[in-house]
């Protein structure tokens, strides 16, 4: 509103001091064919094919063009480009829009097309070799993803400034395509839990969950598998694996067992957990966010079928792991429980107490977050910081030590990459594919949407591909005739999230928890991930599917 008028008044102030000028002056939202806004779109008005205004839409896709002629107006003419993009030109009339005399408003909102340029397949071409180079550990997968995120940039500034075509992604969109929120999310709770990590609460619980246990390994996986499920379905599966991976290292050390045979499952179960609740997953608030679903929307709708599924997951587990749980033998239970009672006592015990004031208080602002429209990363920065001060801990020490740095920095260079297939199309490309193939047909969207999701979740991050989806989702749900008009979104849900149990890089909880594991000496290889992964992902979609279909 107060926009609109500081327009009126520089309009009539042109008018009042330019009795001889006519003032022309364009609005309106670019959108692509999805109906979402694009940004960086140049827009150019010409006055008899001579430019006499040029400006660029801003993140909501909306731009406001305004040129003054010392003549009236006869041919006027506007034009959208942008690389990756058709470019669409349109003839203006001025004897419809003439609402004062010597003054033009008009308003033009135009749709673009995406168009296949050459920047379209060298995107598509370094996401393959980004991923072939992790999967097949030819290098270190952060910089693999460096690699990749430096490619893009450097044919952008380059080829690309010599020919549109070639332009791929802008700095600017580079940067507003990493997920802040997500780095210092992950960055926060890890200079909590490595501050936690001084009390030696870590190796209580390990000695707490052994006695519970009795030995039995794989009652002892089972039982971290739903207490992890649980966690991550009210707090960001991250800060699950965060908090709960040094305990399970430590049991795997006093067993004498791989930690993989417990932080593969673990990391599995937080996956699948965090699927049953709007906070749970960051799609899951993205689907909430855009489709105006509530958190007992979803409890009521996901949480049955992650229960299912997390149970089904246990045994799938046991097929595995099992032939290592049972060659894991301890003699004397009695006389190791009270070796790791003396062995894995607090240290701290008031530090201890900081430190479970500050995590309750985060545990509390995560649950909250969504009602004081804050991100989580805050919660997590504001525990870091009061820590941080609480424990007088040396900050140069944590930060050198307790912060995975080559885990944050291939975030960001992954985001980077993800964003160049977003910003040539890769991407909506596929939404597109979904939308036209499913001609329709109800069942057959659902499923296209689910295990489409569930592919491209196990490659890129789902948080992006997420994000493309929605309006895909949204235009079906609103032009498939249903009785259950709900079911496109949780079939997005159920396969972004689950999804990201297929590979190693196809959700944060998975590179977190390789990286913490990498740290400890334990480097988890693509191919081990995948071997226990695949299957999992492949069952659970299987058991969405036929809940989905039947009426869940």
């Known amino acids: 509103m107060l926009k609109k008028l500081f327009l009126s008044v520089i309009f009539v102030f042109i008018f009042s001091f330019?009795?001889?000028?006519?003032?022309?002056?364009?609005?309106?939202?670019?959108?692509?064919?999805?109906?979402?806004?694009?940004?960086?779109?140049?827009?150019?008005?010409f006055h008899d094919n001579n430019k006499i205004a040029?400006?660029?839409?801003?993140?909501?896709?909306?731009?406001?063009?305004?040129?003054?002629?010392?003549?009236?107006?006869?041919?006027?003419?506007?034009?959208?480009?942008k690389s990756n993009y058709k470019r669409v030109t349109e003839n203006i009339s001025t004897r419809s829009y003439n609402t004062q005399?010597?003054?033009?408003?008009?308003?033009?909102?135009?749709?673009?097309?995406?168009?296949?340029?050459?920047?379209?397949?060298i995107s598509l071409f370094v996401l393959v070799i980004v991923f072939g180079l992790i999967s097949f550990e030819l290098i270190h997968r952060t910089l693999a993803a460096s690699l990749g995120a430096a490619l893009v940039l450097f044919i952008s500034y380059t080829?690309?400034?010599?020919?549109?075509?070639?332009?791929?992604?802008?700095?600017?969109?580079?940067?507003?395509?990493?997920?802040?929120?997500?780095?210092?999310?992950?960055?926060?709770?890890?200079?909590?839990?490595g501050v936690m990590k001084k009390t030696g609460v870590f190796q209580w619980l390990a000695y707490k969950s052994f006695s519970i246990s009795k030995g039995n390994i794989f009652l002892l996986s089972a039982i971290f598998m739903f207490i992890t499920a649980i966690l991550s379905a009210f707090l960001d599966n991250v800060t699950t694996m965060l908090l709960i991976t040094p305990v399970s290292m430590e049991i795997a050390r006093v067993l004498g067992v791989s930690p993989f045979s417990l932080l593969i499952p673990m990391v599995l179960a937080s996956n699948i957990g965090g699927t049953a609740t709007l906070i749970g997953d960051p799609p899951n608030i993205l689907i909430g966010s855009y489709a105006h679903l509530t958190f007992n929307d979803f409890l009521i709708n996901l949480f049955p079928v992650v229960l299912i599924v997390l149970v089904v997951d246990v045994f799938l587990v046991k097929l595995y792991y099992g032939k290592e749980y049972k060659e894991a033998k301890i003699k004397d239970i009695d006389e190791l429980l009270t070796k790791l009672r003396k062995e894995c006592s607090i240290t701290d015990r008031k530090l201890l107490k900081y430190c479970l004031f500050v995590l309750i208080f985060v545990i509390f602002m995560f649950i909250v977050h969504g009602f004081l429209n804050m991100e989580p990363c805050i919660a997590a920065l504001a525990g870091a910081a009061m820590i941080l001060i609480i424990s007088g801990v040396d900050i140069v020490e944590v930060i050198e030590r307790e912060i995975e740095w080559p885990t944050l920095v291939f975030f960001v260079m992954l985001f980077i990459v993800v964003g160049a297939t977003i910003s040539t199309g890769v991407i909506q490309l596929v939404a597109s594919w979904i939308r036209d193939l499913s001609g329709g047909n109800l069942i057959a969207a659902m499923m296209l949407i689910m295990w489409v999701s569930a592919a491209a979740s196990a490659v890129i991050d789902n948080i992006p591909f997420t994000a493309t989806m929605l309006p895909v989702v949204a235009y079906l749900t609103s032009t498939i005739p249903s009785s259950r008009p709900d079911i496109l979104w949780w079939?997005?849900?159920?396969?972004?999230?689950?999804?990201?149990?297929?590979?190693?890089?196809?959700?944060?909880?998975n590179v977190v928890t390789a990286g913490?594991?990498?740290?400890?000496?334990?480097?988890?290889?693509?191919?081990?991930?995948?071997?226990?992964?695949?299957?999992?992902?492949?069952?659970?979609?299987?058991?969405?599917?036929?809940?989905?279909?039947?009426?869940?």
Not at 18 to 43: L, Y
Not at 105 to 119: E, K, V
Not at 160 to 179: M, P
């Open 516 to 552: 913490l594991l990498e740290r400890s000496g334990f480097p988890l290889r693509f191919a081990d991930f995948f071997k226990v992964g695949g299957p999992v992902t492949v069952v659970n979609l299987i058991i969405s599917t036929l809940w989905l279909i039947i009426g869940g």
């Open 101 to 121: 005399k010597q003054i033009y408003f008009f308003h033009i909102s135009p749709m673009l097309d995406r168009t296949i340029t050459p920047a379209f397949y």
């Open 491 to 509: 079939a997005l849900s159920l396969g972004a999230c689950f999804g990201g149990n297929g590979t190693l890089i196809g959700a944060s909880a």
């Open 18 to 45: 330019s009795a001889q000028a006519d003032v022309i002056n364009v609005s309106g939202v670019v959108r692509n064919t999805h109906g979402e806004p694009v940004c960086g779109v140049g827009v150019k008005l």
């Open 54 to 81: 040029e400006t660029y839409s801003g993140d909501n896709g909306a731009y406001n063009l305004t040129a003054t002629l010392g003549e009236e107006p006869r041919s006027l003419c506007i034009q959208f480009y």
């Open 159 to 193: 080829l690309g400034t010599l020919n549109e075509d070639y332009f791929i992604i802008s700095f600017e969109e580079a940067a507003k395509s990493v997920d802040l929120n997500v780095i210092l999310l992950l960055m926060g709770m890890m200079i909590i839990v």
